[in-house]
């Protein structure tokens, strides 16, 4: 069992930046890989980036070159770093660990942190 915290969400005015953070515990040496997700109200959730346990980075084409996902092992946490946010940015951001076991793999969200844009 992997638990998630998010934080750093909230609003922004457009063209700002917000740094959000996904802090694990549990089962943390079980950790595969990192993921931040976002949903938008009446859909679905939609893949932003992901960074494993040996620190390769992968993005989204929607993440384009305005979020960065990084990670620090010593506290077991990730980040995601947006900047020069976009009203069409709003939405709820979900952090995703995968985790892999000789019993397989499994997947663990977070709670999910608001991001708001506007004026």
């Known amino acids: 069992q992997v638990n998630l915290e998010e934080s750093g969400g909230g609003l922004v005015q457009p063209g700002g930046s917000l740094r959000l953070s996904c802090a694990a515990s549990?089962?943390?040496?079980?950790?595969?890989?990192i993921e931040w997700h976002r949903q938008f109200p009446g859909e679905q959730r939609d893949f932003l980036a992901t960074?494993?346990?040996?620190?390769?980075?992968a993005y989204a084409d929607s993440a384009e070159d305005r979020f960065t996902i990084s990670r620090d092992n010593t506290k077991n946490a990730v980040y995601l770093q947006m900047d020069r946010l976009k009203p069409e940015d709003t939405a709820v951001y979900y952090c995703?660990?995968?985790?892999?076991?000789?019993?397989?793999?499994?997947?663990?969200w977070g709670q999910g942190t608001q991001v708001t844009v506007s004026i």
């Open positions: 995703k660990v995968l985790t892999y076991t000789s019993a397989g793999s499994r997947a663990f």
């Open positions: 549990g089962a943390v040496a079980d950790i595969y890989s």
């Open positions: 960074i494993s346990s040996s620190g390769r980075i």
